[in-house]
């Protein structure tokens, strides 16, 4: 059938689901409370620039934006996420209807992605993942609306998300060129070759180019960034877990999104949209090359839900209701019922118990609770690192008020990670202290020359306070100690520094000159 004859849309039908999406989102992210990425990017608002040391502006802007117009809540920073989650619905249904697709194949592809564990764990965060992926939806539907329409101007709009993609998570990159190759690999290879797609290219490239004017005259932070992270992240990651977790990450969903790959590959009916198969094997083979962590995929998987959906509708006919139900409920209510685990609609203290009466009944959900140092603790690790940070905050702030107003004109706060410089950056105001110093991360940018206060509140999740410090200082003490139960931050210390020797403002010196050349 022709895209011309075709019948409408099913956009009423799609916002349905849109709703969902958005409503379950709306009952969990007030809950628990920030994560300490969601402290990071909410600083950069004060900040703006075209680049940060491990992300490019995009969700920068967002920031300024959220706390400019919604305010500084738990809820108001997750309004864009949950916007940008709902777009994904959304743009996953209008794949659905590109590839053929009609109610039945949009109900299974957008329940697929609405229930599976990795779509509503990392759609509620502010943070770039989501908007990452948002990107790589938009950049697959409006290169198949192109496929099937051969109208360019979808082309120039690609060249935009493709740019904004990169202004958001430069794994957008990969992805990007993924899709090339599998289109130049596939019949469809013609569509390439021609001034229109050099327009596009250029669209795109100069979006992102005030972000590499930005890199190169920051000495390349993101190279450092990547170096950082394979060190102290990605060197745990074994390309068997990864490839594991991308069987495990989607639930019962996995039926859904293999059938879909399968479709495109090898069916008559999905024959011209068989480059997205094939740029799903190449980026899965290049994150299993780099160790990559198992989120980084996440935003290919809706194009083969969307292909999942087409590929059922085709083989149960309108005729076998019952067994559409049945495939339905199969890989999407097992999904419903796991739903506690991975997005926080429930008390924290339920979700553990929750994921306790998993690890004892259901042990391959223990995947769920893996951290990044590839071990199982008692949740998982977003949820650990929403926990602990207004008891941090308020501690630090009682160290500094313990001061009198003499001492406090003297009085500098320091954090020496960026989730705790985040918080306390965050929660300064409501507690009237200084702004924090920290060398951690983006923080470096804006630090000050020199920490040379005569008090210094020292907040470190370190315990060798005593050999590190001790010798740069007349005395010092610790004030408090984190003692949420399951943060991550559990433990951290909040120390007083009194008179450190100019050494101490010697070492820092040399620490921040090194950060800014990274």
Same mark, same amino acid.
């Given at each position: 059938m022709s895209y011309k004859n075709r019948k409408p849309g099913y956009s009423k039908f799609i916002m349905i689901f849109v709703a969902i999406k958005v409503l379950l989102n709306a009952l969990a992210i007030s809950r628990f409370g920030f994560h300490r990425d969601e402290f990071l990017h909410l600083v950069l608002a004060d900040h703006l620039d075209w680049g940060y040391k491990e992300v490019p502006p995009f969700i920068a802007i967002l920031a300024k934006i959220t706390l400019s117009v919604f305010g500084d809540s738990v809820f108001a920073a997750r309004i864009f996420s949950t916007i940008a989650s709902g777009l994904i619905v959304w743009l996953t249904g209008r794949i659905t209807v590109e590839l053929g697709g009609r109610r039945f194949a949009i109900t299974l592809a957008c329940l697929a992605l609405i229930f599976s564990p990795a779509f509503a764990a990392s759609g509620y965060l502010f943070q770039p993942v989501v908007f990452d992926q948002l990107w790589w #939806?938009?950049?697959? +539907?409006?290169?198949?609306?192109?496929?099937?329409?051969?109208?360019?101007?979808?082309?120039? +709009?690609?060249?935009?998300? #493709?740019?904004?993609? *990169?202004?958001?998570?430069?794994? *957008?990159?990969?992805?990007?060129?993924?899709?090339?190759?599998?289109?130049?690999?596939?019949? /469809? @290879?013609?569509?390439?070759?021609? @001034? &229109?797609?050099? =327009?596009?290219?250029?669209?795109?490239?100069?979006?992102?180019?005030?972000?590499?004017?930005?890199?190169?005259?920051?000495?390349?932070?993101?190279?450092? &960034?990547?170096?950082?992270?394979?060190?102290?992240?990605?060197?745990?990651?074994?390309?068997?877990?990864?490839?594991?977790?991308?069987?495990?990450?989607?639930?019962?969903?996995?039926?859904? +999104?293999?059938?879909?790959?399968?479709?495109?590959?090898?069916?008559?009916?999905? @024959?011209?949209?068989?480059?997205?198969?094939?740029?799903? #094997?190449?980026?899965?083979?290049?994150?299993? $090359?780099?160790?990559g962590k198992n989120y980084y995929l996440f935003g290919a998987y809706p194009m083969l839900f969307a292909a999942g959906g087409f590929a059922f509708e085709k083989m149960i006919t309108r005729s076998k209701v019952i067994l559409r139900v049945a495939t339905i409920v199969l890989f999407v209510l097992p999904n419903l019922l796991l739903l506690p685990l991975f997005l926080p609609i429930f008390?924290?203290?339920?979700?553990?118990?929750?994921? $306790?009466?998993? &690890? /004892?009944?259901?042990?391959?959900?223990?995947?769920?609770?893996? +951290?990044?140092?590839? $071990?199982?603790?008692?949740?998982?690790?977003?949820?650990?690192?929403?926990?602990?940070? /207004?008891? *941090?905050?308020?501690?630090?702030?009682?160290?500094?008020?313990?001061?009198?107003?003499?001492?406090? $004109?003297?009085?500098? =706060?320091?954090?020496?990670?960026?989730? /705790?410089?985040?918080?306390?950056h965050h929660f300064h105001k409501k507690y009237n202290m200084p702004d924090v110093v920290s060398l951690n991360s983006s923080f470096a940018l804006w630090a000050p020359d020199n920490l040379d206060a005569k008090y210094i509140i020292y907040v470190d999740d370190d315990d060798n306070v005593t050999a590190r410090l001790a010798p740069l200082l007349e005395s010092y003490k610790q004030t408090g100690e984190v003692f949420t139960p399951l943060a991550r931050e559990k433990g951290t210390r909040i120390y007083l520094l009194v008179n450190p020797s100019p050494k101490l403002n010697e070492v820092y010196k040399a620490e921040l000159a090194k950060k800014r050349l990274e």
């Open positions: #939806v938009l950049t697959v +539907w409006l290169f198949c609306k192109y496929l099937n329409t051969a109208d360019v101007r979808y082309l120039y +709009w690609l060249g935009a998300a #493709v740019g904004f993609g *990169m202004l958001t998570k430069y794994s *957008m990159a990969f992805f990007t060129f993924s899709l090339i190759i599998g289109i130049l690999i596939s019949k /469809e @290879r013609k569509l390439l070759f021609n @001034r &229109h797609v050099i =327009i596009s290219a250029l669209i795109a490239v100069l979006i992102f180019l005030p972000n590499i004017i930005w890199q190169f005259v920051h000495h390349l932070p993101v190279i450092t &960034h990547m170096k950082q992270l394979q060190a102290t992240q990605l060197d745990y990651v074994k390309p068997m877990d990864f490839v594991i977790q991308q069987l495990l990450v989607n639930g019962p969903s996995l039926f859904v +999104w293999l059938t879909g790959f399968a479709f495109l590959m090898l069916s008559f009916k999905l @024959r011209r949209f068989r480059y997205l198969a094939i740029a799903y #094997v190449l980026i899965f083979l290049f994150l299993l $090359k780099m160790n008390s924290f203290d339920r979700t553990v118990s929750l994921f $306790k009466y998993a &690890h /004892e009944h259901v042990r391959f959900l223990d995947f769920a609770v893996t +951290w990044e140092d590839q $071990k199982q603790h008692p949740t998982t690790q977003d949820y650990a690192d929403m926990l602990g940070w /207004e008891e *941090m905050a308020q501690k630090a702030a009682q160290t500094y008020h313990s001061l009198t107003p003499e001492q406090q $004109k003297q009085a500098q =706060i320091f954090a020496d990670n960026y989730g /705790e410089a985040g918080a306390l």
